[in-house]
């Protein structure tokens, strides 16, 4: 009985898809068609096919996580990535673990956002909202036939195996469960803002409304793939065992990309707003962070790339993804390059203003963002060419992404300082001054803590004069001279929660660039690990109580039991482990990790010699944890942004009033 209702829901789901691939259709064409007759009842539809399209891409998602839980091994997905010896949360997360659930889930995200503007922005004008979901619509429609014609998830094989394969072990791993939702809800997020983009040069309202519009959008999935990347980083770390945090992986690569360029667009879409300038500029990003998102799921699906995130090997499926991308990055700019010449200049602003900061900001980010791609698709493009291989590692990208964004780093705080149109570079230098003289002090104090490297204690510096430094501008604006400390309590509340937001956001990247320069202080032991072992990592002991092997699920694991002692006082037990996976025929690496204060004790195991020893690293990585801590607080300060009345999803209403007064150019 349960087999036969598996049966249907999973046909259901297949059907669900179909019916999926026609809405969206219908989306993208019937509103443009109204747009061009002015037919107010044809863009009307557009909303409710959007939402339509949600629901119908959410029950298909939902019937094939179905058949992953009950082990539905009449599935070729099913066969391919699971196991009935899974546990629950991994037959869930197993869901997006592969090419064609992950694509699956790329398309219900992107319906998601298609949705949400069209139940949220009923205060934009109708063309402008009929046009977004239409541009939507094309996108989804593109990769709802991707999916259909080249990845179905549906696909049915027979006979039935009693058993599946399993998944991957490196994805058997609570990482599966956060990492891509976060990561795809970032940079698939951006396809909004490029649809946002691409419907404002149809309609020809670009202008501060517009940007009011966008601005939530891009905070939105900016705060997504910030976590996305963060999660993804403390995943690598944690579970490879080499200690490592970021490798340049190319498709690490790929989600870094559209953060530079949606950070870029956060800031030109704020100047846009406040002064009705970088039209152009903004359109561009919008495009841009959403083409680099594109164009990391090209690398991910056309197998062009080997690496732990890619799924895809099949050439057919590079073809198509590069037709699509071709299709929307080719197209876009090519109306963007029709529409832009008719935009009219904004608001004029001196180059020593908030302004022109945000722009020279702009400008640092796509030069970094440039050292990115071109590090990432140069040797993929040396090879395809001539046949030549080469490896562009860490060396390349600290030579050329540091000194690129290390300005970025000390602008930060004296940008958030200039006034609007017209500002005093010195008096924002002066105000600086302390925040300068912490950074300097800390620098002495950590020096003299943990000596060198130079550039640990210059980073440190840096760092703790960006995270002082974001707060200046609050604290001038709350602790005005003879102000009380109810007052100043009282003003502090009275702040906009975008200006706490901001600041909060730019201390995390202080926080973090903290935690990156702190590594430099660590401490490495490579070793053979025997029971009875004692080793010194730093300041703290490691006794290795025994090695035993012990069951798991769908694994057997070899754990090295160890006792972490700092004064002859017991402060952590770890367990670090290899698992053997005999469906998949692979092994793994778990970590031992123990959290002192800020730093942390790692531990990993590798091969096994034939005296019964365990080949291991341990680590000692003091403020390591301040790496992650600070990408919470930059998404902290994106939501705290995101809360703000003024810029969240249900923009105030004289956005509406402004664009509906606003003639099409």
């Given at each position: 009985?349960?087999?036969?209702?598996?049966r249907?829901?999973?046909?259901?789901?297949h059907?669900?898809?179909v019916l999926?691939l026609?809405?969206?259709?219908?989306?993208?064409?019937?509103?443009?068609?109204?747009?061009?007759?002015?037919?107010?009842?044809?863009?009307?539809m557009?909303?409710?096919?959007?939402?339509?399209?949600?629901?119908?891409?959410?029950?298909?998602?939902?019937?094939?996580?179905?058949?992953?839980?009950?082990?539905?091994f009449?599935?070729?997905?099913v066969?391919?990535?699971?196991?009935?010896?899974?546990?629950?949360?991994?037959?869930?997360?197993?869901v997006?673990?592969?090419?064609?659930?992950?694509?699956?889930?790329?398309?219900?995200?992107?319906?998601?956002f298609?949705?949400?503007?069209?139940?949220?922005?009923?205060?934009?004008?109708?063309?402008l909202?009929?046009?977004?979901?239409?541009?939507?619509?094309?996108?989804?429609?593109?990769?709802?036939?991707?999916?259909?014609?080249?990845?179905?998830?549906?696909a049915?094989?027979?006979?039935?195996?009693?058993?599946?394969?399993d998944?991957?072990?490196?994805?058997?791993?609570p990482?599966?469960?956060?990492?891509?939702p976060?990561?795809?809800?970032?940079?698939v997020?951006?396809?909004?803002?490029?649809?946002?983009?691409?419907?404002?040069?149809i309609?020809?309202?670009?202008?501060?409304?517009?940007?009011?519009?966008v601005?939530?959008?891009?905070?939105?999935?900016?705060?997504?793939?910030?976590?996305?990347?963060?999660?993804?980083?403390?995943?690598?770390?944690?579970?490879?065992?080499?200690?490592?945090?970021?490798?340049?992986?190319?498709?690490?690569?790929?989600?870094?990309?559209?953060?530079?360029?949606?950070?870029?667009?956060?800031?030109?879409?704020?100047?846009m707003?406040?002064?009705d300038?970088?039209?152009?500029?903004?359109?561009?990003?919008?495009?841009?962070a959403?083409?680099?998102?594109?164009?990391?799921?090209?690398?991910v699906?056309?197998g062009?790339?080997?690496?732990?995130?890619?799924?895809?090997?099949?050439?057919?499926?590079?073809?198509?993804i590069?037709g699509?991308?071709?299709?929307f990055?080719?197209?876009?700019?090519?109306?963007?390059?029709?529409r832009?010449?008719?935009?009219?200049?904004?608001?004029?602003?001196?180059?020593?203003?908030?302004?022109?900061?945000?722009?020279?900001?702009?400008?640092?980010?796509?030069?970094?963002?440039?050292?990115?791609?071109?590090?990432?698709?140069?040797?993929?493009?040396l090879?395809?060419t001539?046949?030549?291989?080469?490896?562009?590692?860490?060396?390349?990208?600290?030579?050329?992404?540091?000194?690129?964004?290390?300005p970025?780093?000390?602008?930060?705080p004296?940008?958030?300082?200039?006034?609007?149109?017209?500002?005093?570079?010195?008096?924002?230098?002066?105000?600086?001054?302390?925040?300068?003289?912490?950074?300097?002090?800390?620098?002495?104090v950590?020096?003299?803590?943990h000596?060198?490297?130079?550039?640990?204690?210059?980073?440190?510096?840096?760092?703790?004069y960006?995270?002082i430094?974001?707060?200046?501008?609050i604290?001038?604006?709350?602790?005005?001279?003879?102000v009380?400390?109810?007052?100043?309590?009282?003003?502090?509340?009275?702040?906009?929660?975008?200006?706490?937001?901001?600041a909060?956001?730019?201390?995390?990247?202080?926080?973090?660039?903290?935690?990156?320069?702190a590594?430099?202080?660590?401490?490495?032991?490579?070793?053979?690990?025997?029971a009875?072992?004692?080793?010194?990592?730093?300041?703290?002991?490691?006794?290795v109580?025994?090695?035993?092997?012990?069951?798991?699920?769908?694994?057997?694991?070899?754990?090295?039991?160890?006792?972490?002692?700092?004064?002859?006082?017991?402060?952590?037990?770890?367990?670090?482990?290899?698992?053997?996976?005999?469906?998949?025929?692979?092994?793994?690496?778990?970590?031992?990790?123990v959290?002192?204060?800020?730093?942390?004790?790692?531990?990993?195991l590798?091969?096994?010699?034939?005296?019964?020893?365990?080949?291991?690293?341990i680590?000692?990585k003091?403020?390591?944890?301040?790496?992650?801590?600070?990408?919470?607080?930059m998404?902290?300060?994106?939501?705290?942004?995101?809360?703000?009345?003024?810029?969240?999803?249900?923009?105030?209403?004289?956005?509406?009033r402004?664009?509906?007064?606003?003639?099409a150019?």
């Amino acid at each position: 009985m349960i087999g036969e209702v598996t049966r249907h829901v999973v046909e259901a789901g297949h059907y669900a898809l179909v019916l999926a691939l026609a809405l969206a259709l219908a989306q993208a064409i019937l509103p443009l068609w109204g747009l061009r007759r002015g037919d107010s009842a044809l863009m009307a539809m557009a909303a409710p096919a959007a939402i339509m399209q949600f629901v119908m891409v959410g029950f298909s998602f939902a019937a094939l996580t179905w058949a992953h839980v009950v082990s539905d091994f009449s599935l070729a997905n099913v066969v391919q990535n699971s196991h009935s010896l899974k546990p629950l949360v991994y037959k869930i997360s197993g869901v997006w673990g592969n090419h064609e659930g992950s694509m699956l889930l790329w398309v219900l995200i992107l319906v998601v956002f298609g949705a949400l503007v069209a139940a949220f922005s009923r205060a934009m004008p109708d063309d402008l909202r009929a046009a977004t979901l239409s541009v939507q619509a094309w996108i989804s429609a593109a990769f709802i036939l991707f999916i259909l014609l080249t990845s179905n998830p549906f696909a049915r094989v027979f006979p039935a195996p009693m058993e599946g394969q399993d998944l991957n072990p490196i994805l058997q791993d609570p990482g599966l469960a956060i990492h891509p939702p976060m990561l795809y809800f970032g940079y698939v997020g951006f396809s909004i803002n490029f649809s946002f983009a691409a419907a404002a040069l149809i309609c020809g309202r670009i202008d501060a409304a517009w940007a009011r519009f966008v601005r939530p959008w891009t905070l939105l999935a900016w705060t997504f793939l910030t976590l996305g990347i963060a999660m993804g980083s403390y995943w690598a770390y944690y579970t490879l065992g080499w200690g490592g945090f970021w490798f340049w992986d190319p498709v690490e690569n790929a989600s870094l990309m559209p953060w530079l360029a949606g950070t870029a667009l956060l800031h030109s879409a704020t100047v846009m707003e406040k002064r009705d300038a970088l039209k152009v500029w903004t359109i561009f990003l919008a495009i841009l962070a959403f083409s680099l998102s594109l164009l990391g799921t090209f690398l991910v699906r056309s197998g062009v790339l080997t690496s732990v995130h890619s799924f895809a090997s099949d050439p057919e499926r590079g073809v198509f993804i590069l037709g699509i991308l071709v299709f929307f990055i080719g197209g876009s700019l090519a109306l963007f390059a029709w529409r832009a010449p008719e935009l009219k200049p904004g608001g004029i602003f001196a180059p020593v203003s908030r302004e022109g900061s945000l722009v020279l900001n702009n400008l640092l980010l796509t030069a970094s963002c440039a050292t990115v791609f071109v590090g990432t698709l140069y040797p993929l493009a040396l090879e395809a060419t001539t046949g030549e291989k080469i490896s562009v590692g860490a060396p390349f990208f600290n030579l050329t992404f540091g000194p690129v964004f290390l300005p970025i780093l000390l602008l930060m705080p004296v940008a958030q300082m200039l006034a609007w149109k017209r500002g005093d570079l010195l008096g924002a230098a002066q105000r600086l001054t302390f925040a300068a003289a912490i950074g300097f002090a800390a620098a002495l104090v950590f020096g003299a803590l943990h000596g060198g490297p130079v550039l640990s204690i210059v980073g440190v510096m840096i760092a703790s004069y960006l995270v002082i430094g974001s707060f200046v501008e609050i604290s001038g604006r709350v602790f005005a001279r003879g102000v009380t400390a109810s007052s100043a309590l009282s003003r502090a509340l009275g702040l906009p929660r975008s200006a706490w937001g901001a600041a909060f956001a730019h201390a995390g990247v202080g926080v973090t660039l903290f935690g990156l320069a702190a590594t430099g202080w660590g401490v490495e032991e490579i070793l053979a690990i025997r029971a009875g072992d004692v080793v010194k990592a730093g300041p703290y002991e490691i006794s290795v109580q025994s090695l035993e092997t012990r069951p798991g699920p769908n694994y057997r694991a070899t754990i090295a039991r160890s006792v972490v002692r700092s004064g002859g006082k017991v402060i952590a037990t770890i367990e670090p482990a290899r698992r053997f996976y005999p469906t998949r025929q692979m092994t793994t690496t778990e970590a031992g990790i123990v959290t002192i204060g800020l730093g942390q004790l790692y531990v990993s195991l590798s091969g096994e010699n034939a005296d019964g020893s365990l080949d291991g690293r341990i680590y000692w990585k003091p403020y390591v944890s301040l790496i992650w801590i600070g990408a919470l607080v930059m998404a902290f300060g994106g939501l705290l942004s995101l809360s703000d009345r003024r810029v969240r999803i249900g923009v105030a209403k004289r956005a509406r009033r402004d664009a509906l007064a606003q003639p099409a150019e």
